[in-house]
């Protein structure tokens, strides 16, 4: 077993207006998502949905109806936390994705927390 640490895993950066990734699980990676921030810092309601993608043959998979996890209404200047209890939501393989989408790109904000086993 290998160490772990706990640690911000993704730099704060925008949701996109069409679904991409905001955190992509690294090679030889175990990564353990504890808490994922969204903050909505525009004038009007921000719909947003998270996915949890699996990787498409080693690389990166395509969001959709079978792995969203969370679709929230973000009110404007509203901050919303999602935490996951141990061990979190747990990616595997090289280029497990989190990939999220709102309606308005450069408005959401988001940060992703968590757990690394290399």
Not at 2 to 26: D, M, Q, R
Not at 27 to 48: D, F, M, P, Q, W
Request: charge should be negative; glycine fraction near 8%; aromatic fraction near 6%.
């Amino acid at each position: 077993m290998g160490t772990i640490t706990l640690e911000k895993l993704a730099a704060p950066a925008y949701v996109p207006n069409s679904a991409g990734a905001v955190f992509t699980n690294p090679a030889s990676t175990k990564t353990y998502i504890r808490l994922i921030v969204l903050h909505n810092g525009n004038t009007t309601t921000e719909n947003v949905r998270l996915y949890n993608v699996p990787n498409s043959g080693g690389a990166v998979g395509t969001a959709g109806v079978s792995n969203i996890f969370e679709n929230l209404a973000i009110v404007a200047n509203d901050t919303v936390q999602l935490e996951f209890l141990g061990p979190g939501l747990v990616l595997t393989a090289t280029n497990d994705t989190i990939q999220a989408v709102t309606d308005t790109a450069s408005k959401v904000v988001v940060q992703i927390m968590g757990a690394k086993e290399v």
